[in-house]
């Protein structure tokens, strides 16, 4: 069984950073894709960033140059540096890791920019 832990969320104003962290219990593997999803009130749920075990990464177009994923493989732990933040980015935002072809989710972190 796979446990997922979030941190680091945050009222951030626009322009500004934050970055978030996912640690995973249990044994995953180093190859099992990690990323990230985000889910805004009243929209679904949509992908962020995604990482491969060997540090291959896929954005989705509205983060690009601004949110930095990476992982530690010893400490099974990924993480999302976001900066320049925008109201639009404003979202819980959610971890997730494949392992053995099961998707596993974290409970979700809030993240809100605004003035």
């Known amino acids: 069984q796979v446990q997922l832990v979030e941190s680091g969320e945050g009222l951030v104003q626009p322009g500004g950073s934050l970055r978030l962290s996912c640690a995973a219990s249990g044994s995953i593997f180093r190859q099992d894709v990690m990323g990230w999803y985000r889910q805004a009130l009243g929209k679904q749920r949509e992908l962020v960033v995604r990482?491969?075990?060997?540090?291959?990464?896929n954005y989705a177009d509205s983060v690009k140059g601004r949110f930095t994923v990476s992982r530690d493989n010893v400490k099974n732990t990924v993480y999302l540096q976001m900066n320049s933040l925008k109201p639009e980015d404003t979202a819980i935002y959610y971890c997730t890791v494949v392992h053995w072809a099961r998707d596993y989710w974290g409970q979700g972190t809030q993240v809100t920019v605004s003035s």
């Open positions: 990482i491969t075990g060997s540090g291959s990464t």
